[in-house]
């Protein structure tokens, strides 16, 4: 088995691609690339639950990869200001397990 990828290892990836490509874009225009790419899976998911076809020359089912460039693009967000997602994942768990514990029984 693999070892899993830290965000920070990713987050650094990302950001030397980044700087590589020029800079990051204003956040506003991050920001639109999220919803542009949530877009696409909401795209994907209505097309994979039979609610919108797709044409016959598109490609098939591509969630992994959508929700891949949602990824992309919050990491980006969270690469120009400096937020640790490492952190930031691992606060969000214990609030969801403090609060929801017991809420779904």
């Not at 039979?50 to 044409?55: H, M, R």
Request: charged share 30%; proline share 4%.
């Amino acid at each position: 088995m693999l070892e899993p990828t830290s965000f920070k290892a990713i987050q650094n990836k990302i950001d030397e691609f980044i700087k590589n490509q020029g800079g990051y874009w204003p956040p506003l225009s991050m920001l639109s690339a999220v919803f542009e790419e949530i877009g696409e899976l909401a795209r994907e998911i209505n097309n994979l639950e039979g609610f919108k076809p797709k044409k016959t020359s598109e490609k098939k089912h591509n969630l992994g990869e959508e929700m891949g460039d949602i990824l992309f693009a919050l990491i980006c967000l969270a690469n120009y200001y400096n937020i640790d997602l490492n952190e930031k994942i691992n606060q969000s768990i214990e609030k969801y397990q403090k609060r929801d514990t017991n809420r779904f029984i």
